[in-house]
């Protein structure tokens, strides 16, 4: 009767500790990925002009996996875009290093206001996407050609 016992508070605190240790590591892995922000220099300006946008990987872990050797596209909301798809060696957990910023220059003729977004995609997911507003002043307004 008493080894019963033993035995049946052993197995509830066993069972006990192994509900407390969790089965994946989903939460640790969603708070290593780092955040994507996009931001243009200048905001405003005269047309025609070329503005800079950088494209920066905040936080998050060097390694992480879905990040690691991205295409990414910039969508310039004046009906063009650009892509690259840098060439990388397989990814290895804890060796291979995300790249955390991107920068490029784009020429606008008309004057408007403009929502550049970039995108990072892993094939054809996108994987991570942020925004930024510009406006420019002077000259022809898009709408109107």
């Known amino acids: 009767m008493i080894i019963r016992r033993v035995n049946s508070l052993f197995l509830t605190c066993f069972f006990t500790l192994i509900a407390l240790i969790p089965l994946t590591t989903t939460h640790a892995v969603q708070d290593d990925k780092p955040n994507l922000s996009l931001r243009a220099s200048p905001q405003v300006a005269f047309v025609p002009t070329e503005i800079l946008f950088i494209a920066e990987l905040k936080d998050g872990a060097d390694d992480y996996e879905q990040f690691y050797c991205a295409t990414i596209e910039w969508d310039w909301d004046d009906d063009t875009r650009s892509e690259s798809t840098p060439d990388c060696e397989p990814h290895e957990p804890g060796v291979s290093k995300i790249r955390r910023r991107y920068s490029i220059r784009h020429r606008f003729d008309y004057a408007g206001r403009y929502t550049i977004r ?3 995609k892993r094939r054809d997911d996108t994987v991570a996407s942020a925004r930024t507003v510009i406006e420019l002043r002077g000259g022809r307004d ?4």
């Open 118 to 120: 970039v995108h990072l």
């Open 142 to 145: 898009r709408r109107f050609d």
